[in-house]
């Protein structure tokens, strides 16, 4: 018994190294440094909990964490609502569908920062072929690259999902004389609640995280209309050189965000247990 | 035969003992620098001359503009800092109150030119009464001007406006041209342009755009409101181009270059990349709304790595960029403004009036001190682009009176 727990402890040795020091260490190095002003040479010094008390002072801040819950119901209800449409139209083997779940999940092979530069290339009003001029299309443009980008990918978990419902229950409805409405409504959406609640969880954080897409395309622009979190995490660290600020902020955001995951887990499991 | 062979002996001995000298300053050793993109050329012209006549070999390494302070503080943070690097002037009181630079006041008081080293730029790279840095390059904000849209639109080439409000009329006569000519063009969607460009005109005026320690802001002055009113204008009538007010700065050049602006305020140092593309410019300093003349000292400030530990070494080549022979043959052969005010006229200068004109602006001009410059002016999210946009393309008087309460918080934060 006693051999069977040492065994069992090594093999588990090198992830839990590997998550000790690329999770927890820095994770407690954040939250140490949130105490401190910190600057990027010298010593630090103790100085909690004002980096905390900054943040209700901070403007930027208020409007950041506005504009980035605002993008990330946008965001979640789109990409959704494309990913598991996509999903649906191409779950069953079909002539050439195979040809369309490649197209569909291909944007996924592209860097994220690299499809940002597309885009800005494409609507650039000097060198692009379909320019935008103005000061509108600044969170459409971010909207549309996200959705191109990751409708496929978010496709693709969704289809795992649906191809996990065994045939014989559909079978079953439709002897009973089940409209299509009420087979998805009855047996699709609730046999898929735990891929659901995996892909909205996934997409509701990386869009409270989002800071690539706006870094390249929008700078935060115009008018500061679309700067998200993080951008401001990023100013406070690298153009404010304020290390201790910036860490209060990402531990303020960490929380946030176990609070929505969490929620959400709750609910969405809620039936299935 | 023998003479010779004993020639090389001697020399031989001679720079053996150089290199076992404790401490020598030019003992063969590499020196990493870092710049930004847009002075990497001059970096490396510097680099390659003293690595020519030196035995210390200093290697070049440039980084996009955006991302160059996110490296730098990176590389800080994790005290790994390249031997020498480069600064855009305005940040140079943030690296230097941060510690980022090496103290170099010691070796500056003992250089015999130091006062004509560009004073401005000297102030610039001082912290509570030490050098940390001195001037790299030199880069001027001037009026740039279409020679070939003046004589279209009836002007005279040679006269270019004395006044801001002469600029003014001389871009609604040339946007009146009509077809795809603009009258003028400015960076409306950038802070660092726009206090680059706009701020010499409230210099001129006699107005201030900041305290002297860079703790207060006076952007809620008449000066500025001006000047902000006069472009507003301008892009309102349509003569500055419609794209004037997305501009971020990353396409400013290409406009220029495209010959279809007609005078517009801009960086000395793209008078090259303008008429490469055979656009025949002219140059003229910027004005006050009546008269006067001003500019924006800019350009970058060099220090040594507070990390490093070459720093005798890294001195050396500081020096030596100081010195005639670099700036001479170095910056002048090459169009730039000397960083010594001594060596404002040169055989290079003296071949071209426009740089007369420009290297005399270097006396005249400013460049604004601040240890929050960065956060509060260049970067985006900070609330002087919020104010410039307010005045210049919404509603103004508030936006200056919101903006000067927002930019002194800013200023002050520790």
Redesign the interface.
């Known amino acids: 018994m006693r051999r069977r727990a040492i065994s069992g402890a090594l093999y588990v040795t090198p992830a839990a190294v590997l998550v000790g020091l690329f999770f927890v260490v820095p994770l407690l190095l954040v939250g140490w440094m949130s105490l401190h002003r910190w ?4 010593k630090p010094r103790f100085s909690a909990p004002a980096n905390y008390t900054a943040i209700g002072g901070n403007a ?1 801040l208020s409007d950041a964490a506005w504009f980035t819950l605002k993008y990330t119901v946008l965001i979640t209800v789109l990409l959704f609502a494309l990913a598991f449409g996509l999903a649906l139209l191409v779950q069953n083997r079909r002539p050439g569908v195979g040809f369309f779940r490649t197209a569909f999940f291909l944007p996924m092979a592209v860097g994220f920062a690299s499809a940002s530069l597309l885009f800005l290339g494409l609507l ?3 060198i692009g072929p379909v320019p935008l ?3 509108s299309p600044a969170l459409g443009s971010a909207v549309l690259l996200v959705l191109w980008r990751f409708a496929g990918f978010n496709m693709l978990i969704l289809l795992t999902g649906l191809q996990a419902i065994p045939l014989d229950v559909y079978e079953a409805a439709r002897i009973d004389g089940a409209t299509r409405w009420q087979m998805f409504s009855r047996i699709t959406v609730p046999l898929m609640r735990p891929t659901i609640a995996l892909v909205l969880t996934m997409m509701i954080t990386g869009s409270l995280l989002a800071f690539d897409q706006f870094w390249i395309l929008t ?6 209309s679309t ?1 998200s979190l993080v ?2 995490i ?2 406070e ?5 304020d ?1 201790g600020s910036a860490a209060g902020i990402s531990v303020v955001l960490l929380a946030g965000l176990a609070v929505v995951s969490s929620l959400q887990f709750a609910v969405l499991r809620r039936r299935t247990a | 035969m023998k003479a010779m062979l004993a020639a090389v002996v001697l020399l031989l001995a001679t720079a053996a003992c150089g290199a076992d000298e404790p401490g020598a300053a030019d003992d063969g050793a590499t020196l990493t620098l870092w710049t930004r993109a847009a002075t990497e050329s001059v970096s490396k012209a510097y680099a390659d001359t003293y690595n020519a006549g030196h035995r210390n070999k200093i290697e070049v390494t440039a980084y996009p503009n955006e991302e160059y302070p996110a490296k730098l503080a990176s590389a800080a943070g994790a005290k790994s800092l390249p031997d020498l690097f480069a600064a855009d002037v305005v940040f140079a009181p943030q690296y230097a109150a941060q510690g980022l630079w090496a103290d170099v006041s010691d070796q500056f008081k003992s250089l015999p030119f130091k006062d004509s080293v560009a004073p401005s730029h000297v102030r610039a790279g001082t912290w509570e009464g030490h050098n940390y840095a001195v001037p790299h390059t030199i880069d001027l904000s001037v009026l740039l001007y279409n020679k070939d849209l003046y004589t279209k639109a009836g002007l005279d080439p040679e006269k270019p406006p004395r006044t801001l409000r002469e600029f003014a009329e001389h871009a609604r006569k040339i946007d009146q041209l009509g077809g795809d000519v603009n009258g003028t063009y400015f960076g409306g969607n950038c802070g660092g342009c726009v206090e680059f460009t706009l701020w010499p005109s409230v210099w001129a005026a006699g107005g201030e755009v900041l305290d002297d320690d860079g703790r207060s802001a006076r952007v809620d002055s008449p000066e500025m409101a001006e000047v902000f009113a006069l472009y507003r204008e301008l892009y309102d009538q349509g003569a500055a181009s419609p794209a004037s007010k997305g501009e971020a700065g990353p396409t400013w050049l290409g406009a220029l270059q495209g010959g279809k602006v007609g005078i517009a305020p801009g960086p000395s140092v793209w008078l090259d990349a303008i008429e490469e593309k055979g656009v025949k410019t002219g140059i003229a300093p910027i004005p006050g709304i009546n008269g006067g003349e001003s500019t924006f000292v800019g350009g970058d400030a060099i220090g040594i790595g507070a990390t490093s530990s070459k720093a005798q070494q890294a001195w050396d080549f500081l020096a030596w960029t100081m010195s005639d022979e670099a700036q001479v043959e170095v910056i002048a052969k090459r169009k730039g403004v000397p960083v010594r005010t001594d060596l404002a006229s040169n055989k290079y200068s003296s071949a071209d009036p426009r740089l007369v004109t420009a290297n005399g602006l270097v006396a005249k001009g400013k460049t604004p001190y601040a240890r929050n410059f960065n956060a509060t002016f260049n970067d985006p999210q900070g609330p002087w682009l919020t104010t410039v946009r307010g005045a210049l393309f919404g509603n103004a008087s508030a936006a200056l009176l919101a903006g000067n309460e927002a930019i002194t918080k800013s200023l002050r934060q520790e």
């Open positions: 600057p990027l040479l010298g930027l650039s009003e000097e001029s103005g000061d700078r935060g622009g115009p008018d500061n700067t951008m401001v990023y100013r660290a690298f153009v404010r050189l290390l």
